[in-house]
């Protein structure tokens, strides 16, 4: 049976370069000084062959001058008396060829060499001759111009260009040279630099490797290049939020091991004395006893896991603060607990004057009303009326749960909100975490949380502040 293999399993994985800060810092840095060398190239191209011409041209320039003084007019007859000697000294360059003309200014040829071409315009008489490029059988020359006074001729030497290419070359590598040598210690010095300028970030790489993962401690950022400083305060933000987020974890399970062996411990004392009797009726209430440990140990448990999410920085934590109606939210929750509050007979009530929208976290805002509807009804005595009240207020929703019952003494109003904390008393079975997962959820969301006496001092009110936030152009569910 012929096998297949997956594409992936067949073909190797593409990979891509790595990011170098480096590299891009390098890049950055000699890209202009290699664009400058090349621009300054291109200025020493041109600059070497305009010396060499001003060079040889001064040289064309004397000899149509002085051949023009050969230059006769015999009558009315143009006559050049070039000797030997003369003709000599003008061929007897060893390296360009040397060619002249002499015409008439309506371009009659009286000696020389024919086809040299003729200027675009006659210089004035007497001035400094004129020279420009041309071209001679086939090959590329340089011609000056002369226009001597008081006679209608025009002089023309022109020559090859051997000597001013290599004396442009000359020039030209003379500055090159050291120009490359120059940008080659460039490139050494800044990827030296770059290197050197680096080692803050290397030194701080290695004193975050070298740490204990139970080490958050914030950088030193006096020690820290500014450059480098967002970095550095970004981490240390980030080392902050670790640090709470380790000490949150730290607490949970020190409240956790403390508040759970106590009820564990009772559930097993029940269960072996369930076992060591054969009375069913001691049997019974062992199990009595046991179902009502675990219900407590559930409850303690449940309280425990919603005050660790609640901490503002717990592990694992990634709330998304959205709109919602808190006024709707609360409306639920406070259904939810109507048949809890019937069974102890307790008017539990709901008042709105309309939508109320927050950003936050629903399941945390459900679990904060909760544990305060949940407290009232526990802690009052049936015949007890409560009323859950919603209202928008300037810039804040604010939530007042307010009863008659027995209230909190003043002393402990705000000691209720510690974890682990619970009234002396009262007969009613709790943990102690119920406002105090009220108060985090709350400060959480922005707001806050305070608790008082009812009217005439008698029961208590429950106020939640909450910041306002604007109805969404779409409603979210």
Not at 360 to 370: N, V
Request: hydrophobic share 45%.
């Amino acid at each position: 049976m012929l096998q297949t293999k997956p594409v992936a399993d067949v073909m190797p994985a593409r990979r891509f370069p790595r990011p170098s800060l480096r590299r891009r810092l390098f890049a950055w840095l000699i890209g202009p000084v290699i664009l400058l060398t090349l621009i300054g190239a291109g200025a020493s191209y041109f600059t070497a062959h305009r010396f060499a011409n001003q060079v040889y041209d001064r040289w064309i320039s004397d000899s149509s001058v002085a051949l023009s003084q050969l230059v006769e007019m015999r009558n009315t007859t143009v006559v050049l008396d070039l000797g030997a000697a003369a003709e000599h000294m003008v061929n007897s360059d060893q390296r360009d060829q040397i060619y002249y003309k002499v015409s008439t200014l309506d371009g009659a040829f009286v000696a020389g060499h024919r086809g040299i071409p003729a200027p675009g315009a006659v210089p004035p008489p007497g001035s400094s001759p004129l020279c420009f490029d041309g071209s001679f059988n086939g090959e590329a020359v340089r011609i000056a111009n002369y226009h001597p006074i008081g006679m209608p001729v025009l002089v023309q030497v022109a020559e090859t260009n051997i000597k001013r290419e290599t004396l442009a070359r000359e020039i030209l590598t003379g500055m090159l040279v050291p120009m490359v040598a120059i940008v080659a210690l460039a490139c050494a010095s800044l990827w030296f630099g770059v290197e050197r300028g680096l080692e803050p970030l290397t030194t701080l790489a290695m004193e975050l490797g070298d740490r204990s993962p139970h080490d958050p401690r914030p950088l030193d950022e006096d020690a820290i290049p500014q450059e480098v400083r967002p970095i550095a305060l970004a981490l240390n933000g980030l080392l902050l939020r670790v640090r709470a987020m380790l000490s949150a974890q730290r607490r949970f399970v020190a409240d956790a091991a403390h508040q759970l062996r106590t009820p564990i411990t009772g559930l097993k004392t029940q269960a072996e004395l369930a076992l060591r009797t054969d009375d069913p009726n001691a049997i019974r209430a062992s199990l009595e006893q046991i179902v009502t440990a675990s219900t407590r140990t559930a409850h303690l448990m449940n309280q425990l896991l919603a005050l660790a999410r609640a901490e503002p920085d717990a592990i694992g934590s990634d709330r998304r603060h959205l709109p919602l109606d808190f006024a709707a939210l609360l409306r639920e929750v406070t259904a939810d607990w109507i048949p809890r509050a019937l069974q102890k007979r307790i008017d539990l009530g709901y008042e709105s004057t309309g939508p109320a929208w927050v950003s936050g976290d629903a399941l945390m805002l459900r679990e904060m009303a909760g544990n305060l509807i949940d407290n009232c009804i526990k802690y009052c005595p049936p015949g007890t009326v409560a009323t859950c009240r919603v209202a928008r207020r300037d810039r804040d929703v604010v939530l007042t749960i307010t009863d008659d019952g027995p209230g909190v003494p003043d002393a402990d109003r705000e000691r209720v909100f510690e974890r682990f904390h619970r009234v002396l008393g009262t007969d009613a079975s709790g943990s102690g975490l119920g406002l105090a997962i009220v108060r985090r959820v709350v400060e959480e969301h922005g707001g806050h949380v305070t608790l008082d006496a009812g009217p005439a001092q008698r029961g208590t009110v429950v106020t939640v502040v909450l910041p306002a936030t604007d109805e969404p152009a779409v409603s979210v569910s």
